[in-house]
């Protein structure tokens, strides 16, 4: 199995609450549910590269075989 940052994971779901928060907003003409959706996706970009680069530490400090 692979060892996967929980912020990698948390990441992905806040990016798709995000898309779907905005595609509400354009179907429904709500500007502000269409802007909270953009900036939930921001978030979530965020936390995904943040657990990127902890697994990439973690994977280098791993010994090698």
Known sequence: MVDMDKERIKGSAQQQKGAV???????????KLKAEGKMDKAEGKVR??????????????????
């Not at 928060?21 to 500007?31: A, F, N, Q, R």
């Not at 995904?48 to 075989?65: E, F, I, L, T």
Request: avoid cysteine; hydrophobic fraction near 30%.
């Open 21 to 31: 928060k905005e595609g509400l907003g354009k179907i429904l003409g709500d500007e």
């Open 48 to 65: 995904n590269a943040v657990g990127s680069a902890k697994d990439a530490v973690r994977d280098m400090s791993k010994p090698k075989h």
